[in-house]
T-cell receptor, first 114, second 111 residues
Framework: GAVVSQHPSWVICKSGTSVKIECRSL??????MFWYRQFPKQSLMLMAT?????????EQGVEKDKFLINHASLTLSTLTVTSAHPEDSSFYIC??????????FGQGTRLTVV | DAKTTQPPSMDCAEGRAANLPCNHS???????VYWYRQIHSQGPQYIIH???NNETNEMASLIITEDRKSSTLILPHATLRDTAVYYC????????????FGTGTRLKVLA
């Protein structure tokens, strides 16, 4: 299947700093990517839909100024967690779909804010 | 909100078939049923999807009831590596294609 790659796989940052997570579609072009977060022993929660060349669409309750999404090309979307705090520590996962069939997910990024 | 209901956990003996049920009683005519699984600390992995007909691939079989209100994912010969959380998702056939995950079923395959 198609490959979606996230970088970094894990990151530790200090409280108050910003962290950028990259999501790349390696062998296909993705006009739309999705960002999820997952807390321990919980399900994935959709944060936002990232559209190439336009503003992201955020789910209700997700702060768009805190979670900045940029989808500058058909193979790259980035999620920046601004002014991170310990409660932002979570597993962040992106996905993209190919030709309207199944979506493919990245391996996830574990963010720990200390 | 997720449109699916799954049992929170199940056990299955290694080598036996694992049958994972999913209820999606409010599914619409243009919505597909998708199954993914998530092994600990990894991204979800696609398994199979279907609209109304039963489907089979190298990983699993998907049985959808005639009224489409429920489905069953079948892993024919479960192995220890199949231990994971299995998610059943309904998704519209057009539009944004976003997935709303429910709570999933935690399948434990026992040696």
């Amino acid at each position: 299947g198609a490959v979606v790659s996230q970088h970094p796989s894990w990151v530790i940052c200090k409280s108050g700093t910003s962290v950028k997570i990259e999501c790349r579609s390696l062998d296909f072009q993705a006009t739309t990517m999705f960002w999820y977060r997952q807390f321990p022993k919980q399900s994935l929660m959709l944060m936002a839909t990232s559209n190439e060349g336009s503003k992201a669409t955020y789910e209700q309750g997700v702060e768009k100024d805190k979670f900045l999404i940029n989808h500058a090309s058909l193979t790259l979307s980035t999620l920046t967690v601004t002014s991170a705090h310990p409660e932002d520590s979570s597993f962040y996962i992106c996905s993209a779909y190919v030709g309207g069939t199944e979506a493919f997910f990245g391996q996830g990024t574990r963010l720990t804010v200390v | 909100d997720a449109k699916t209901t799954q049992p929170p956990s199940m056990d299955c003996a290694e080598g036996r078939a694992a049958n994972l049920p999913c209820n999606h009683s409010t599914i619409s005519g243009n919505e597909y049923v998708y199954w993914y699984r998530q092994i600990h600390s990894q991204g979800p992995q696609y398994i199979i999807h279907g609209l109304k007909n039963n489907e089979t691939n190298e990983m699993a079989s998907l049985i959808i009831t005639e009224d489409r209100k429920s489905s069953t994912l079948i892993l024919p010969h479960a192995t220890l590596r199949d231990t994971a959380v299995y998610y059943c998702i309904v998704r519209v056939a057009s539009g944004t294609y976003k997935y709303i995950f429910g709570t999933g079923t935690r399948l434990k395959v026992l040696a």
